[in-house]
Each structure stands twice: as C-alpha cells, then as structure tokens.
C-alpha cells in the first residue's frame, strides 16, 4: 500500500489508538466483570470467536504503557483539539488506562486493609515482558501508588539492571522469592512469562502473607492455591474477601 505523507502518520495513528482503545475497554469491562462476579476469561473467550472481533490485544491488566501507545493516544488528542475535532473517545481512553493503574491499588488495599507499613512484592517493572523499556510503565505507576500510600516495595524484574535509577522501589531483588521474603502481598505488573514458573510454594514459604495480586492474570489459579495462597485476578471471580471487622482472611 503506498500512499501521501499524512495519510501514512494517519494510519500509524490510529492502528496504534485502536489498540489502546481495545485495552482501555476490555478492562472497563474487567472491572465490570469483579462487580458482577463474571469471569473476564470466558466474557474474552466467547467475545473472540467473532471474527469481527477476535482476541488480539483484548486482555485485561494494570493498563497499557511504553513509548508508543501512550504518546501516540496523547498525540492524535492533540491534533483534534488543534483543528476543532473534539476526540471524545480517545480521552477516555486515556481516563480508563489511568484509572487502571489506581484500581490495582484499591484493590490490594481493599484485601489488605491500609496500606501503610506493608510490604509489597511487585514482580515486574518494564511496561511489558520481554523489553527493558521502562518509559510510561504501568507497573512503575502502581509501585509509585502503593509508595505513596506508606508500602515498603520489593520489585524484581529479569530485565533490571543495578544501575536502574534509585526511586524506583525501596529495594531491587535479584529473584522472584526474594521480592516476596517477608511480603504480605505478591503483586504481578509485568506479563513476563518466567513469573508463571516460579515455585509458589516456595513464595508461600517466605511470605509474611498469603495475597497473590495478578495484575496480568498471568498466573493459574489453581496453582496459586494449591501452594496455599489467595488469588485474586483482573476482572476474574475472586476466590477470597477480606471480613469486614478483621484483617483475617475467609476463603468462598
């Protein structure tokens, strides 16, 4: 396909926002799935085999990141208000991948109780598996959020390196157990596929805590139970609550 100039910046525009949308939906739609006890898996599952829709880039997690969806949603914005084109569905886009990062927080809080003085393992800190990219990552917004709310964090990361900027988290590990030593909670940013093999009853073993937060619904829930460990997914059924009057844990 050959075409002029702006309408090349046009389609790089807007296949890039077209994924973004989908991600900002689908975990609206996750959201909407943990109020109403659906599970998101089978909502995806049955929604893809409409080929008019399929599967790709239609899961839900902590929000999208990285150097190009992001600026490029930010950018196409810009360039509607510029020329009196008011981009309605792209800001809440924008609003929803936001709003994302936040609700991963509430969530743990509203398991744990306050957040103040609790220890976080966070596995993953690169906007996605397999790069080292770290520019507009989700998983540093969440880390930053849980900081703020008086949470010492523990992260590991395969691709961090130990020359990583210092405020990223109040100690980088070299593994995945040693993230979670001492942890109440275990929370999964960054989809890197080596997370899913961890030993869980290992991470039970050195845990202080049994929560497990899959922030990329990476993990199989039954394996983090059978280890002896609460789960609770994005838009997935959560298998445990917290009891409103004590901080101890009852299983559904």
């Known amino acids: 396909m050959i075409t002029d100039l702006r309408t090349a910046e046009m389609v790089k525009y807007v296949a890039n926002t077209f994924l973004a949308t989908r991600l ?15 599970d998101v898996d089978e909502v995806v599952r049955g929604v893809a085999l409409d080929s008019r829709i399929g599967g790709s880039f239609f899961k839900p997690g902590i929000g999208y990141g990285g150097s190009c969806l992001p600026k490029d949603v930010a950018a196409l914005c ?10 309605r569905v792209l800001s809440a886009v924008q609003d929803a991948n936001i709003s994302q990062r936040k609700h991963a927080v509430n969530c743990i809080r ?4 306050s957040l103040d003085g609790r ?6 800190a690169t906007f996605k598996g397999g790069s080292e990219d770290l520019r507009e990552s989700p998983a540093l917004d969440v880390i930053a959020l849980l900081r703020n709310e ?6 590991y990361d395969p691709a961090l390196q ?13 593994d995945a157990v040693a993230a979670a030593r001492g ?11 080596q997370f899913a093999e961890v030993d869980l009853a290992h991470v039970r073993s050195v845990m202080a805590g ?24 994005v838009g997935r059924v959560p298998t445990v609550e917290r009891t409103s009057t004590t901080e101890a844990w009852v299983a559904r």
Do not use: K
């Open 150 to 155: 008086g949470a010492r964090v523990q992260v």
């Open 210 to 233: 049994r929560l497990v937060y899959d922030g990329r619904n990476l993990l199989r829930r039954a394996d983090v139970e059978a280890a002896g460990l609460l789960y609770h997914g």
């Open 162 to 174: 130990a020359d990583v900027p210092s405020g990223i988290a109040d100690e980088i590990c070299g």
């Open 119 to 124: 220890i976080i393992a966070t596995w993953g």
């Open 78 to 87: 810009h360039t509607g208000d510029s020329v009196g084109v008011n981009m």
């Open 110 to 113: 509203r398991l744990l109780g």
């Open 24 to 38: 900002s939906f689908v975990n609206e739609i996750a959201r909407l799935c943990e109020r109403l006890d659906v």
């Open 183 to 193: 942890a109440d909670c275990v929370a999964v940013l960054t989809d890197w596929p």
